[in-house]
Nanobody
Framework: QVQVVESGGGLVHPGGSLRLSCLVS????????MGWYRQAPGKQRDMVAS???????DYADSVKGRFTISRDNAKNTVYLQMNSLKPEDTAVYYC??????????????WGQGTQVTVSS
């Protein structure tokens, strides 16, 4: 049973920083793409950043230059360093990971989400 668990959300003032973590646990043959999405109230869930198993990264235009995604393969963990936070970054942040299961199959797993609130 694969589990994806986020942590690190909270309340921060505009201009502040937060670091989110996402741990993947359970039996797998490998972890491939890892990514962060966010969903604000009344809006769709959008991709924020992603990172491949080889370290290639991709970012939404709205966070480029402010957010940095990274991963520690030894710890099965992906991070999202968020700097210069703005009120419009307020959302529930979700982790999505592509996990290899036996028989060469891969599945995507979502975490439960962590709330990030940027407010003065």
């Amino acid at each position: 049973q694969v589990q994806v668990v986020e942590s690190g959300g909270g309340l921060v003032h505009p201009g502040g920083s937060l670091r989110l973590s996402c741990l993947v646990s359970g039996s797998s043959t490998g972890i491939y793409v890892m990514g962060w999405y966010r969903q604000a109230p009344g809006k769709q869930r959008d991709m924020v950043a992603s990172i491949s198993s080889g370290g290639a990264t991709d970012y939404a235009d709205s966070v480029k230059g402010r957010f940095t995604i990274s991963r520690d393969n030894a710890k099965n963990t992906v991070y999202l360093q968020m700097n210069s936070l703005k009120p419009e970054d307020t959302a529930v942040y979700y982790c999505l990971c592509e996990v290899g299961i036996a028989m060469s199959r891969r599945y995507f797993y979502w975490g439960q989400g962590t709330q990030v609130t940027v407010s003065s």
